[in-house]
T-cell receptor
Framework: AQSVAQPEDQVNVAEGNPLTVKCTYS??????LFWYVQYPNRGLQFLLK??????LVKGSYGFEAEFNKSQTSFHLKKPSALVSDSALYFC??????????????FGKGTTLSVSS | GAGVSQSPSNKVTEKGKDVELRCDPI?????LYWYRQSLGQGLEFLIY????????KSGLPSDRFSAERTGGSVSTLTIQRTQQEDSAVYLC?????????????FGPGTRLTVL
């Protein structure tokens, strides 16, 4: 079965420090992976995606993610965290069994808290 | 340009009543999705529309749920005889073409509370 796991419910980091939000996946076939961010009372905003090509993907707001096929991971990273990065982050993988292979399976989400 | 819009933003209803939730996708986007976000279940896929093709309803939790998409644009999600477990945030998303490689753009959601 296809799935996405975000092993940490919450990540705390000080402003200016690097941050990592972890994601692992399980799919059959090639994974299409996404990161979204959700601010309070707002919908999900797209950050970045991995379809194919370079394992290091750069996205919005200075975020990047590293695709690691052998570890089936797609961790979200940022070199220097900002207080405004505090939000709920979702990792997602394309669901090949639903929505004509285009629906998303989401992880449970990780709350990122950046302190000043 | 305008993003995905949803209405109402909040809906409170009594158990057993029917509700309609509306989604207006980004102009030109042919793919439209409904998801449900709840505390217990996280984010779940409900239904998918692509152009004029028959929708993929495989994620709908029961036959009380239905959705339409008129003219390839606006979509309405209808929940009949609402139950307390239907309380959740209902998110709509749209994507260009078939959406396999493209990201989905989400609306702000409709928060449904069933009393």
């Amino acid at each position: 079965a296809q799935s996405v796991a975000q092993p940490e419910d919450q990540v705390n980091v000080a402003e200016g420090n690097p941050l990592t939000v972890k994601c692992t996946y399980s799919v059959s076939g090639n994974p299409y992976l996404f990161w979204y961010v959700q601010y309070p009372n707002r919908g999900l905003q797209f950050l970045l995606k991995y379809i194919t090509g370079d394992n290091l993907v750069k996205g919005s707001y200075g975020f990047e993610a590293e695709f690691n096929k052998s570890q089936t991971s797609f961790h979200l990273k940022k070199p220097s965290a900002l207080v405004s990065d505090s939000a709920l982050y979702f990792c997602a993988v394309r669901d090949m069994n639903n929505g004509a292979g285009t629906a998303l399976i989401f992880g449970k989400g990780t709350t990122l808290s950046v302190s000043s | 340009g305008a993003g995905v819009s949803q209405s109402p933003s909040n809906k409170v209803t009594e158990k057993g009543k029917d509700v309609e939730l509306r989604c207006d996708p980004i102009s030109g986007h042919t793919a439209l999705y409904w998801y449900r976000q709840s505390l217990g279940q996280g984010l779940e896929f409900l239904i998918y529309f692509q152009g004029n093709s028959a929708p993929d309803k495989s994620g709908l939790p029961s036959d009380r749920f239905s959705a339409e998409r008129t003219g390839g644009s606006v979509s309405t999600l209808t929940i009949q005889r609402t139950q307390q477990e239907d309380s959740a945030v209902y998110l709509c998303a749209s994507s260009s073409d078939r959406g396999i490689y493209n990201e989905q753009f989400f609306g702000p959601g409709t928060r449904l509370t069933v009393l």
